[in-house]
Structure formats: structure tokens, C-alpha cells
């Protein structure tokens, strides 16, 4: 058993500094130095958008703002995350000043708790915007929406998906182009294809792909028997320009 002199509980009104590297999920080092480099770079195509020559060149413009645009989140979640972090350090002085006064204490550790909390929501949100990309995430896409099993209501429930899929692609300020389609006989679609254009496009739909079933009574249904119907989404990236040479002749595709 442990002798009496071998805990000395704290006083009352002390408090361990619980900086950013002792909160669960901290930021070690090595993470902030690399979200160190990843501002400066951004810090410096951010300069570069004002350099002339920049602004003149329109290929060498839109490649530094699309370089720009791919750091942008994580430096913006490291800024707050560095703000807060002075935030804390400013709460827990205010707790040590308090000394008897129980109100004072008790409002700066409500504040350090509010601050820790909002940090290791920013934590989580750094480390997955630093995990390594899909390189198709920044392409537009072909979005194909094909009614599978349930007859009429497949169809139906194939362009109720369209709806939201296009009440989506509205709000993300995306352009939307219908390449194919071929109509329900009872409202709907059997099969439809659209063209999607806009920023970080397949990066967001791709989760969307395979089979979507819905269980329901139908419009079509007159006995109020519930049916289950699905529908198949399929989400292609756009491919890059090639030139294809046969014989004498060469082709763009």
C-alpha cells in the first residue's frame, strides 16, 4: 500500500496546463510543422495571385488558384485551431489569477472546456483533410441513375433520385447536363445519364455509386400492399484528352 506521503493531492484552485499536445487526438510536432510548411505555400500562392505575370498568363493563373483552392481547407481549420490554442492559454491564466474566487474559476473552466472541445473536432477534421487524395476527386463526371428490381415503381423511384440528385447538384452550384434518358411508362425513368460539371464534382458523388433500394406503397399501388424497389447509380470521372493515331490519321478523344 502506498505510504501517506506518497500522493499529495493538488490545491483547490490549481489546474495542469493541457495544451494542444496533451488533448486526445493532439497535433503532435511533427504534424504541426507540416501544417507549418502546407501555410507558408499557401501564404505564398495567395501572394502570387497579385504577381502581374501571373494575371496575365490565364493557364498559369487558374493552375496556381486550383493549388491554392487544394489547401485552403486544412490551412483555414489549422488557423482557427492555432487561435483557439492562444484562446486556451489566455482561459487557463485567467484561472490561476482567480485565487479564492470560486465564480471566476468556475466561468474560465467552462471556457477551456468549450475551447478543448472545439479543438479536437478541428484535430479530427485536419487529419482527414491530410490523408492522401483520390486523384480523380477534382474531375467532373458521368452520373447514371438505371431503375433495377420493381417494375413501374422502379422506374419512378429512379426519377424521384434524379430529383435529389439535381436539388443537390443546384445547391453546389454545379453545371448539369442530361446526355441520355429513357422515360417510365408510368413516370420516371428506366435509365438516365447526366453529364455533371463544377468543383471537386466526383469527390462528392462517388459515395453515391451502387445499388439504392426504397421500401414503400407506390402511386402505382391500389391495394396499399408496400413494395420494395431499387435502382442502380453509376459515377464514371472524366477521362483525359488522348490522341489516338491509326495509319495516317489521328484522332482526338
Keep these: 500500500a502506498l505510504g501517506a506521503a506518497a500522493f499529495t493531492p493538488a490545491p483547490q484552485n490549481a489546474i495542469t ?17 507540416r501544417l507549418d510548411g502546407i501555410r507558408r505555400s499557401f501564404q505564398a500562392l495567395t501572394e502570387r495571385l497579385g504577381d502581374p505575370d501571373v ?11 486550383k493549388d491554392r483552392s487544394q489547401s485552403e481547407e486544412v490551412v483555414m481549420a489549422y488557423d482557427e485551431y492555432s487561435q ?7 482561459a487557463e491564466e485567467l484561472f490561476q489569477d482567480a485565487g479564492d474566487d470560486a465564480e471566476m474559476r468556475e466561468m474560465a473552466r467552462a471556457e477551456m472546456k468549450e475551447i478543448e472541445a472545439r479543438m479536437e473536432v478541428l484535430e479530427t477534421e ?13 474531375r467532373n463526371c458521368m452520373l447514371e441513375i438505371r431503375a433495377g428490381t420493381g417494375g413501374s415503381e422502379a422506374n419512378i423511384f429512379a426519377g424521384d433520385l434524379l430529383d435529389v440528385y439535381r436539388k443537390f447538384m443546384t445547391n453546389e452550384g454545379w453545371q448539369v447536363s442530361m ?7 408510368d413516370g420516371g425513368y428506366k435509365n438516365v445519364v447526366l453529364e455533371v460539371r463544377g468543383d471537386k464534382v466526383y ?8 445499388v439504392h433500394r426504397v421500401q414503400r406503397v407506390p402511386a402505382t399501388e391500389t391495394q396499399g400492399r408496400v413494395h420494395t424497389s ?20 489521328r484522332f482526338g478523344l
Aim: cysteine-free; proline content about 6%; glycine content about 4%.
Design 179 to 185: 446526355m441520355d434518358s429513357s422515360p417510365g411508362d
Design 203 to 210: 469527390s462528392k458523388l462517388k459515395w453515391e455509386a451502387g
Design 84 to 90: 483557439l490554442d492562444v484562446e486556451l492559454e489566455g
Design 230 to 249: 431499387t435502382a442502380t447509380v453509376a459515377i464514371m470521372p472524366e477521362v483525359d484528352e488522348v490522341d489516338v493515331k491509326i495509319g495516317r490519321f
Design 55 to 65: 494575371i496575365a498568363d490565364s493557364n498559369l493563373l487558374r493552375k496556381v488558384m
Design 17 to 33: 496546463r493541457q495544451t494542444s499536445t496533451s488533448l486526445p487526438m493532439a497535433l503532435d510536432d511533427a504534424m504541426k510543422s
Design 126 to 138: 485536419i487529419k482527414l483533410l491530410l490523408l492522401p487524395k483520390d486523384p480523380n476527386d477534382e
